[in-house]
T-cell receptor, first 117, second 116 residues
Framework: DTGVSQDPRHKITKRGQNVTFRCDPI?????LYWYRQTLGQGPEFLTY????????KSRLLSDRFSAERPKGSFSTLEIQRTEQGDSAMYLC???????????????FGPGTRLTVL | AQTVTQSQPEMSVQEAETVTLSCTYD???????LFWYKQPPSRQMILVIR????KQQNATENRFSVNFQKAAKSFSLKISDSQLGDAAMYFC?????????????WGAGTKLIIKP
């Protein structure tokens, strides 16, 4: 297994268009996370899945954002009617929950850089 | 709400020297986890080291070690024998130990420059 992969790596779109990103986690990882990172800042949490269930969503995730993990494997993040403020790096991470007393390590993908013109 | 602060936007160190990156956090929780991640230019985020708040012993990973001061809510990273490959953005992150709250809360990062 080569780690978390994300596709595409770069996306340039015009304001108002819809975009969809894909994340393939490490095999058998049951948790999957989406973060957004703007230049010069740390990542900000967007949403989190345990298997196929979306358990937590940040207030940053407006109605224009939707995420799915239909079979508990890969995940998609869709942004509808993109705005210039959506320009950022979108990071995906996955982890394997072993026991509640042991912190699971989040492994990150390379990210998808979105530019909205 | 928890916050993480990294007060050093940029640090530089001579190759083979030691450097310490600062991180402070604010939380009302007593049980949590702290992490240092490294993000090299145009490359993905990599875990450097982690610390469980209930452990008094400071975590170490080869040349990387932390100074965890729970009462002061401080979590600094020491890099010994700095190497050119250590050049990267370093992020400090916090995670609650509560079930169902797994998101990482991040600092703004410190850019580490290694001088040859």
């Amino acid at each position: 297994d080569t780690g978390v992969s994300q596709d595409p790596r770069h996306k340039i779109t015009k304001r108002g268009q819809n975009v969809t990103f894909r994340c393939d986690p490490i095999s058998e990882h049951n948790r999957l996370y989406w973060y957004r990172q703007t230049l010069g800042q740390g990542p900000e949490f967007l949403t989190y899945f345990q298997n196929e269930a979306q358990l937590e969503k940040s207030r940053l995730l407006s109605d224009r954002f939707s995420a799915e993990r239909p079979k508990g494997s890969f995940s998609t993040l869709e942004i509808q009617r993109t705005e210039q403020g959506d320009s950022a790096m979108y990071l995906c991470a996955s982890s394997l929950a072993v026991a509640t007393s042991v912190p699971d390590t989040q492994y990150f993908g390379p990210g998808t850089r979105l530019t909205v013109l | 709400a928890q916050t993480v602060t990294q007060s050093q936007p940029e640090m530089s160190v001579q190759e083979a020297e030691t450097v310490t990156l600062s991180c402070t956090y604010d939380t009302s929780e007593s049980d949590y986890y702290l992490f240092w991640y490294k993000q090299p230019p145009s490359r993905q985020m990599i875990l450097v080291i982690r610390q469980e708040a209930y452990k008094q012993q400071n975590a170490t990973e080869n040349r990387f070690s932390v100074n965890f001061q729970k009462a002061a809510k401080s979590f600094s990273l020491k890099i010994s024998d700095s190497q050119l490959g250590d050049a990267a953005m370093y992020f400090c992150a916090y995670r609650s130990a509560m079930d169902s709250n797994y998101q990482l809360i991040w600092g703004a990062g410190t850019k580490l420059i290694i001088k040859p």
